[in-house]
């Protein structure tokens, strides 16, 4: 019965200290309220353990995807997603992503950093890991491309967080390689609408825009064509489905007749490319091409491309021998065949390959009918 008594009595006790406590807990909720604190959203962090420096980064959304926060965009393509946030020895805020996706038919783990400004609430991407190798800034504008499924057309794009304005946080993406500067034109030139592909595998090295004449063919389209104009000579070159499988690179010449098919084989082992056993393009690879007078003689090379748009790209260039006779001979000779990442650039007589980390690139003149590689 004394027992009893003690237990009640204790009870009582911790009956009263825990109204004392919440009456404590009611009040200071209402003082912090009244002083303008989110108290609810404290508690929330304090739960969650979700700082507020990431949130500015998951809330946030770059200016070229307005539609979709970075939180959600990656919870959507990335697997097992996870955000933290630290401070760097610069002193530096920086919010970290890391997760895991499919890139050359491999499983990748990428880690995305940002560096956020908690004063104005803004933030820059700052580096892109894949499996520890650190990328560079085309495929980082590739991969952001591929998460919010569009592709950049520009080299600048912006970060702001949800409650921040418009244009506050810049990422400036440098192009790889800048055009030296143009002689004056007599007459301004005609602006080309730039052709809508799905990803730009084949781009001119000044604007990184696709290239005015290309086209893009990918499996279960139809066929795509290019109309050429070979030094008077009118022709077409056809991108599709072979039959009864591999890759159609063909061009038909109006004149004669006939048709030759480009070398762009897999035959040869010592140079990667982008099919799978069947000959078929690899899933999420597509092929581009475009006409492109190297050397200002009036008969356009062509250039053809397959690519995936970040990781991987392959090229060749074809010229067209015009004193040869098509119904005898294939008048296509291949000048140069290369891999690289992400895009194959153009640059008056030059095609520039990107490769590596640190926005280096191999670089081939097209001299005497003949590409040299810059050494």
């Known amino acids: 019965m004394e027992a009893l008594k003690k237990f009640l009595k204790g009870m009582n006790k ?7 406590l919440g009456i404590i807990v009611v009040a200071a909720w209402l003082i912090l309220t009244w002083a303008g604190v989110d108290v609810q959203r404290a508690v929330e962090d304090a739960v969650s353990m979700e700082s507020e420096t990431t949130r500015i980064v998951k809330e946030g959304h770059f200016e070229d995807f307005p539609e979709k926060s970075i939180g959600e965009a990656f919870g959507t393509f990335f697997g097992s997603p996870s955000w933290r946030s630290f401070q760097a020895e610069s002193g530096e805020d920086v919010v970290e992503f890391k997760g895991t996706c499919m890139f050359m038919d491999k499983r990748v783990n990428a880690v995305i950093q940002f560096t956020v400004n908690q004063e104005n609430r803004t933030f820059r991407l700052y580096a892109v890991e894949f499996n520890d190798i650190p990328q560079n800034n085309l495929i980082q504008m590739a991969l952001m491309g591929k998460v919010f499924e569009k592709e950049l057309q520009e080299e600048t794009f912006t970060g702001n967080s949800a409650s921040a304005s418009k244009g506050e946080s810049s990422v400036a993406v440098p192009a790889t390689h800048s055009a030296p500067p143009q002689e004056e034109q007599s007459q301004p030139a005609l602006s080309q609408p730039t052709p809508e592909v799905s990803s730009i595998i084949l781009a001119d090295a000044a604007t ?9 063919w990918q499996p279960g389209l139809a066929d795509t064509v290019l ?14 489905l072979g039959h009864p499988n591999g890759i ?3 061009v038909v010449l109006k004149g ?13 082992t010592s140079f990667d490319v982008p099919y799978d056993e069947t000959g078929e393009l690899r899933e999420g690879f597509v092929m581009q091409a475009a006409a492109h007078d190297f050397d200002q003689d009036g008969t356009p090379e062509i250039v053809v491309t397959a690519g ?4 991987e790209s392959y090229a060749w260039v074809f010229s067209y021998n015009k004193g040869a006779d098509p119904n005898k001979i294939n008048p296509f000779v291949q000048d140069l065949k290369v891999t690289g990442q992400t895009r194959i650039l153009v640059e008056q007589n030059k095609l520039l390959i990107p490769f590596g980390s640190q926005g280096l690139y191999e670089e081939y003149a097209y001299v005497d009918k003949q590409f040299y590689k810059k050494q």
């Open 308 to 311: 995936d748009g970040l990781l």
């Open 256 to 268: 004669p007749s006939v048709g030759w098919e480009l070398d762009i084989s897999q035959a040869d």
């Open 208 to 216: 990184s825009a696709p290239l005015p004449s290309l086209i893009e």
């Open 227 to 240: 109309p050429l104009n070979l030094g008077g000579d009118q022709a077409e070159l056809r991108l599709g």
């Open 14 to 20: 911790f009956y009263g200290f825990m109204t004392g």
């Open 248 to 250: 159609k690179c063909q």
